[in-house]
């Protein structure tokens, strides 16, 4: 039986299309929603999409279409193949690649994530308890259930398949409402979930909050958690992508080779990690994918590209398509030597930071940014905890805030939440000089 | 049509019948089309459709929502049955049942009409249309180092019926243009801009935007913040700022906080809870100046509908009157736990998200004063006329705005132009130290992200230019 993404290809060809992609997707998620300790909403969905990539004498098209019924595909289709003659051809334009390649194999996915309904509630519960029982009032946070299939064929011959899934919980504590901690916990596996660990680190942080004190502007040594490092450094590995990189919408614009940050930083593209929240076995051109090392002891190394920016660049793809958009798919920063429970004595004297959200730009180029301090944060002396504090923004700099990294943990924790789209593995930090600010009145 | 309205119904008949109080089935057909150039060269054409269904239910007190775009009677029975055992499930972890604000059942169609229709604006046109703005951003004598520039345009059709007897159908256009402008100069560095513009309507939409003009200002002004631009003096002084930055601020320091969502604690895990508490009606928070609304009935807004995603009318809302906390954005949950009704403020991106309170166009009204008047009694101070880099913190307490475009204004006039001006305050010290408003009303277009999934709504952000006095004004760097 010939099925529909192979359908569309074979009719995209017989109509004048000379390459084409199709890759159809089947989302399946069940999640659920809570606040003030009670589930909100819960939500069950199912989405298929096929996106359509073609090209006719350098003119390209790219869609994805919802409309999947078989009634609708030969209008799609001829839809496409219109769209893509009166585009206009296009310097940017890569043959897509032919093959033959080598795919990994032995990619496992855990079957029991995608038929979860029921259990989330019960997982749900289980984080506020842990909560609860480590002195916050009331907790909120989602749990998601994914699974995807993906099908890809190509007009130059390749077929493939992959799967995936994932469960990740984000939940955040109140012991007020101005002391609150926040943790996740995400994995491939049902083994690694825990969200009685994330309800308790979140409970924790919440309680180690109460009363919270104003600090004075200034620069301050910072030792960031897990939450808050991998949110910065998962914006470093995006500004790789090679289209952010062609538009100057990055600091590491024309920096290739360069030392960008401190000898201790190297940040790695992995989606050929086992098991790992963002393994990919191929992109969506249908090139494997590999492990790209982005910046390495602070010298940036590679840019994340696709065929089309690879071939602006004069290199080749690193597999990280997004046909248009290449992108990071497996996030790590390689951990240091340093344990965790040894960080805050090495800090001394500064803020250790849990979280943050809210990252702007005053200037992509430049790295000019601020991004608002949230959830637990403490003024640390002698290497202790002395109190919490609040109102805190980072207002400083990307390329100077990755340079005065001096030291990193042993641990990498998985981070994947609202934030932080991209999986990142990310230890915690000590950063030295960092640029705190607060607000007036 | 019909045979869709036929299956919506058997889908309420189907969950009322598995265990539902109350359900509600939402369809969307949206189609995308977008064109960008990449330093004046188009990459391709690319184009998104979503069609699918949406469907709500209260379950025993618990609330479920199940999508898929798979409209096989075997799949959508499947979706929903699994967010009805769910949301049944979840209902024994509740000490409260959700229930929702009793609304009147509208059946009506209502849709955006397009003076000229986008659909004969051909993609060539598009594209020569992007071409030459691109040439206009490169004809100022001006260093560009790049740019993008992107059109698109959605046509979004939407069914909406309930177990109340609804029935809102639906049809929008919405033309939108963004850019990021690079202006580079070899001792001075680099300059940012991004801009975005939007509309509902036609290619009228497009015409009125007059971005031919915009962008050529916008360039000019660049290079002449890059190269002439001094150090922000810092201190305590007046500040003028600019519709843009009147907008922003109305959106993030009085639009969010107004959602009853936040304020009863539902998106504390992401975009996080508010400084108004349930009590706060009446509360003081501005000069009594100060008049903030939120009115999606604004005809070509960008954020224009008419009822929202729960079949309730839209309307106007005060946020802020007379400088006093005056309602809240509501949806029928939030209402409902408020003992009120709803204010139409229910919005869904797309058929597969549940609809939340969302803001539409948020702006403070206008004054009397014009610019002039604003700038004349200010004897050493900021003017802020645009601005890139901002943000706030989760209640919505403690934000920041960078200045771009700024220039210092001494003796009541603008002098020279200033190195991006920080303003970092808070909420109640800054709309309590605005003692003047100007007549200048406008808007700028934008994307007003909240929710987990995330979701992406159309805004309008606006207001005239604002003085504030005595505020602290800092710099960069």
């Not at chain 1, 590209?305 to 080749?316: P, Y």
């Not at chain 2, 202006?183 to 940012?192: C, E, F, H, L, M």
Request: glycine fraction near 8%; proline fraction near 4%; charged fraction near 25%.
């Amino acid at each position: 039986m010939v099925e529909l993404h192979e359908k569309v290809l074979k009719m995209l060809m017989e109509k004048g299309a000379e390459e084409a992609i199709v890759i159809l997707r089947t989302h399946e998620r069940s999640s659920v929603r809570y606040a003030n300790n009670e589930p909100t909403i819960a939500l069950s969905e199912v989405i298929n999409t096929v996106t359509i990539y073609s090209s006719i004498r350098e003119r390209s098209f790219l869609g994805s279409f919802e409309n999947v019924s078989e009634d609708f595909i030969e209008k799609i289709v001829d839809d496409v193949i219109t769209m893509t003659k009166n585009s206009p051809p296009s310097p940017y334009y890569a043959p897509i690649p032919k093959g033959p390649f080598n795919y990994r194999t032995g990619k496992r996915v855990e079957g029991r994530i995608r038929r979860m309904d029921e259990q989330l509630i019960s997982y749900v519960s289980e984080a506020v308890k842990a909560s609860r029982e480590s002195g916050a009032e009331r907790s909120a946070g989602i749990i998601y259930a994914d699974h995807q299939e993906e099908r890809l064929v190509s007009s130059t011959g390749l077929d493939l398949q992959e799967e995936s899934s994932s469960i990740s919980l984000n939940h955040r504590a109140f012991a007020s409402s101005e002391a609150t901690g926040q943790w996740v916990s995400c994995s491939t596996t049902l083994r690694d979930f825990d969200p009685y660990d994330a309800g308790r680190r979140a409970g924790e942080i919440a309680r180690k909050s109460l009363n919270p004190r104003f600090i004075e502007e200034g620069v301050y040594d910072v030792y960031m958690g897990p939450l808050i490092f991998a949110n910065i450094m998962s914006e470093v590995a995006g500004f790789a992508s090679g289209f952010l990189v062609q538009i100057e919408m990055s600091f590491l614009s024309g920096k290739l080779g360069e030392k960008v940050g401190a000898d201790e930083l190297t940040i790695i593209d992995d989606p050929t990690m086992p098991q790992g929240l963002g393994e990919k076995i191929f992109d969506e051109e249908g090139i494997p994918t590999q492990r790209t090392v982005i910046i390495e002891n602070g010298v940036l190394k590679n840019y994340l590209h696709n065929s089309r920016t690879a071939r602006v660049a004069g290199t080749s793809s690193t597999g990280n398509a997004g046909i248009i958009y290449p992108h990071p798919w497996n996030i790590i920063i390689k951990p240091g030597n340093v344990k965790e429970e040894d960080m805050l004595q090495k800090l001394g004297k500064g803020l250790f930071l849990t979280n943050s959200w809210y990252q702007r730009y005053q200037n992509y180029k430049t790295g000019d940014f601020s991004t608002i301090v949230r959830d637990g944060a403490f003024y640390v002396e002698d290497g202790e905890i002395k109190y919490p504090v609040k109102g805190c923004r980072i207002s400083d700099n990307l390329q100077r805030i990755i340079s005065n990294i001096e030291l990193l943990s042993d641990r990498l924790y998985p981070i994947k939440w609202w934030e932080v789209e991209v999986p990142t593995y990310a230890p915690t930090a000590v950063i030295r000089n960092v640029k705190i600010t607060r607000a007036f009145g | 049509m019909t045979n869709l309205v036929e299956l919506l119904k058997r889908i309420l008949d189907y969950a009322i019948a598995s265990g539902a109080s109350y359900a509600e089935a939402r369809f969307h057909n949206d189609f995308e089309k977008n064109i960008a150039l990449k330093n004046g060269e188009v990459e391709a054409v690319e184009a998104n459709y979503e069609r699918g269904i949406g469907i709500r239910v209260i379950v025993n007190g618990g609330l479920g929502f199940a999508s898929t775009n798979l409209l096989k009677p075997e799949t959508i029975t499947s979706v929903v049955d699994k967010a009805i055992k769910m949301a049944r499930a979840s209902s024994l972890n509740k000490k409260t049942a959700i229930s929702f604000s009793e609304e009147e059942a509208y059946s009506i169609e209502w849709s955006v009409f397009e003076k000229k229709n986008l659909e004969n604006w051909s993609l060539n046109d598009k594209v020569d249309f992007l071409k030459k703005l691109d040439d206009e951003i490169l004809s100022q004598g001006v260093s560009v180092s790049s740019r993008y520039l992107a059109y698109s345009e959605e046509r979004s059709e939407r069914l909406y019926v309930n177990t109340e007897g609804a029935f809102i159908s639906s049809r929008t256009t919405r033309p939108s243009f963004s850019a990021l402008i690079t202006v580079a100069d070899p001792s001075k560095g680099v300059i940012q801009r991004t801009l975005q513009f939007g509309g509902s309507g036609g290619l009228e939409a497009v015409e009125s935007w007059k971005l031919e003009e915009k962008l050529k200002e916008e360039v000019k002004a660049l290079h002449k913040m890059l190269v002439d631009s001094i150090r922000t003096p810092e201190g305590i002084m007046d500040v003028v700022i600019g519709s843009e930055v009147t907008g922003i601020i109305s959106h993030e320091a009085s639009g969010h906080p107004g959602e009853a969502d936040r304020i009863l604690g539902r998106e504390g895990a992401q975009a996080g809870e508010s400084y108004l508490t349930p009590n706060d009606i009446g509360r003081k928070i501005g000069s009594e100046i100060v008049n903030l609304v939120d009115d999606p009935t604004i005809p070509g807004s960008f954020g224009f509908y008419l009822f929202d995603d729960e079949g309730v009318k839209a309307r106007r809302k005060y946020l802020i009157k007379e400088g006093r906390i005056f309602e809240f954005l509501m949806n029928r949950e939030t209402a409902a736990k408020l003992g009120v009704k709803s204010n139409g403020s229910a919005r869904a991106s797309g058929y597969d998200v549940e609809p939340i309170v969302r803001m539409s166009n948020t702006f403070m009204l206008p004054g009397d004063y014009t610019l002039e008047e604003l700038l004349n009694d200010v004897s050493k101070g900021v003017y802020i006329k645009s601005f890139m880099e901002w943000n706030i913190d989760d209640k919505r307490w403690n934000q920041r705005y960078v200045g771009l475009e700024a220039y210092l204004i001494e003796d009541g006039k603008l002098t020279v132009p200033v190195k991006n001006p920080v303003i970092e305050i808070t909420t109640e010290k800054l709309f309590t130290s605005i003692d003047a408003v100007g007549r200048d009303l406008g808007f700028t277009a934008a994307t007003c992200g909240k929710g987990d999934p995330m979701q992406g709504v159309p805004v309008y952000t606006g207001g005239p230019s604002v003085r504030i006095r005595s505020i602290r004004v800092g710099g960069v760097g």
